[in-house]
């Protein structure tokens, strides 16, 4: 699997509006919050890609890594500096071009542009080769819009590929967190829909976190 980068985060941060910055207030912000474990999360927003999602959210939460989702953030700022701004402040990026959104493939030049280390995942590779045939050296990840395949896929790369990321994690664990995201989701008490999606992210922050932690912790018994 090929990324299309493989220099470590690093600054200059910059604006990518206006080259002069003399109209960049957030270099300050993204100074102080850059995480290099951060990982911007460059995905379609569809109903149908929702499970997905949750797939690669525990992937990158069980490598010890931190996702990074603009719509997590409730802010009235204006929403192409809230994407350089949170993009900036993270030292890696996912994309996946399963339903070939114009602003995923922008997106992803602004992660290239930046040297942001990037996996990409696609549901059909020879539709991705088809039409971002001008991109070189990237061997995306083809799932077919199966969990289980992008799990594992997506986890490999991880390890190979980005420093950062903690090794050899278990599929099944994975798996399992994803299942419990995917229940918690779809349980009819929350009245969670997908033009709720934001506070479901908002909401379950924590939870994500315990999820984490109990499929994490050692087995003393």
């Known amino acids: 699997m090929g990324i299309s980068s493989l220099r470590k985060p690093s600054g200059p941060y910059r604006c990518i509006l206006d080259s002069s910055l003399q109209n960049c207030n957030k270099l300050d912000e993204i100074t102080e919050s850059y995480d290099y474990l951060g990982v911007y999360f460059n995905v379609p927003y569809e ?9 690669i959210f525990s992937t990158i939460v069980l490598h010890d890594l931190v996702p ?7 802010t009235s700022e204006v929403r192409l500096c ?3 701004r949170i993009l900036q402040c993270c030292g890696y990026g996912i994309t996946d071009f399963s339903f070939g959104r114009l602003n995923v493939a922008y ?28 991109l070189r050296g990237i061997d995306p990840i083809s799932h077919e819009m199966d969990a289980k395949k992008l799990i594992d896929d997506l986890s490999d790369c991880v390890e190979a590929q980005w420093d950062d990321a903690t090794r050899d994690v278990s599929r099944s664990t994975i798996f399992n ?5 995917v ?39």
């Open 47 to 55: 109903e149908e890609f929702v499970k997905m999602e949750f797939a």
């Open 177 to 181: 967190m994803w299942e419990t995201l």
């Open 107 to 134: 997106e992803l030049e602004l992660l290239d542009a930046l040297g942001k280390p990037v996996i990409i995942s696609t549901d059909n590779r020879h539709k991705l080769d088809r039409d971002f045939s001008n």
């Open 82 to 84: 809230k994407i350089c």
């Open 183 to 221: 229940e918690t989701y779809e349980d009819p008490t929350l009245d969670y829909s997908y033009k709720r999606i934001n506070r479901f992210y908002q909401d379950l922050q924590g939870l994500f976190n315990g999820i984490a932690a109990e499929w994490t912790a050692p087995d003393n018994s």
């Open 68 to 74: 990074k989702l603009v719509r997590q953030e409730r």
